[in-house]
């Protein structure tokens, strides 16, 4: 531990906003998980100076935004069990890698449509020892067409990436029956929920929660769409690339 201290040390990234929150979210982190998720943190603030990974970039703010932001979802499922969870436009990881370090036992698919992303994602796997995770280059609308994804996840989750519609969509056809798919969305959500409810209803799923929870060591919030898979989605379904974000449902 002390040679981990040191470490943060050197660079002042001591993760004390990150220990506290997740605390406060009834997780308490390894040294290794720790260390991990430092190491992350370096490894995003060195490439994002010559590749666009991520707006936030200042320790603490990444402490919060990024990885106690990811890591909320244990407010809304339990994360105890293992199930495998597909992360659609990770971009730098978010949620992805928070969640596969800290909840180890989770299988994870992280996609994004762009490569140097990808690329990013698979040498962070590397560098902290990941397993059971793999970074995969393609569009959501291309995937969730194929045999060994389609219909094969027990929980979708996505941060950032579109209107609820398109990105029911694009997320939707990833999940099981009777599986979820779980979207990190702003404070105030209701209108947009309501607005791509016969969207979800279509492609077989049902809104079955939306819970807002505060972000530790902020003022600010996050809802979560809760949406159960109930029937199979229609082969029609994701339409082709594009058009899900064109012409939403
Ligand atoms: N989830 C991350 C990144 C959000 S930015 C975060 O919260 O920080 C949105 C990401 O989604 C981008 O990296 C973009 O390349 C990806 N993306 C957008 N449309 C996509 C699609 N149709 N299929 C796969 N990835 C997509």
């Not at 040294?31 to 998720?37: E, F, G, K, M, P």
Request: include cysteine.
């Amino acid at each position: 531990m002390s040679e981990i201290l040191t470490n943060y040390d050197i660079k002042g990234n001591y993760p004390s906003i990150l220990i506290d929150g997740c605390k406060e979210l009834g997780i308490s982190l390894s040294d290794r998980q720790t260390s991990q998720l430092v190491q992350f943190y370096r490894m995003m603030y060195d490439r994002n100076q010559v590749m666009n990974l991520t707006a936030v970039t200042e320790w603490d703010e990444v402490q919060t935004k990024h990885f106690l932001d990811s890591l909320l979802l244990i407010k809304v499922l339990d994360l105890s069990k293992k199930m495998s969870v597909l992360d659609l436009g990770t971009g730098a990881g978010f949620p992805g890698i928070p969640l596969k370090i800290v909840f180890p036992h989770l299988d994870f698919v992280l996609v994004d449509s762009l490569n140097k992303r990808v690329g990013f994602l698979n040498e962070v796997i590397t560098a902290l020892g990941l397993t059971n995770i793999q970074a995969l280059h393609g569009r959501a609308e291309d995937l969730g067409k194929r045999k060994e994804y389609r219909e094969s996840f027990d929980l979708v989750v996505s941060r950032a990436v579109a209107n609820l519609s398109s990105l029911s969509e694009y997320c939707i056809p990833f999940v099981r029956k009777d599986g979820f798919f779980i979207s990190y969305k702003a404070a105030q959500i209701s209108e947009e929920v309501r607005r791509a409810e016969a969207a979800i209803r279509i492609l077989g799923g049902k809104v079955s929660e939306v819970m807002t929870v505060p972000l530790p060591g902020t003022d600010m919030e996050r809802s979560f769409v809760v949406i159960r898979k109930e029937n199979r989605t229609p082969s029609r379904y994701p339409r082709k690339a594009g058009t899900p974000s064109k012409e939403p449902l």
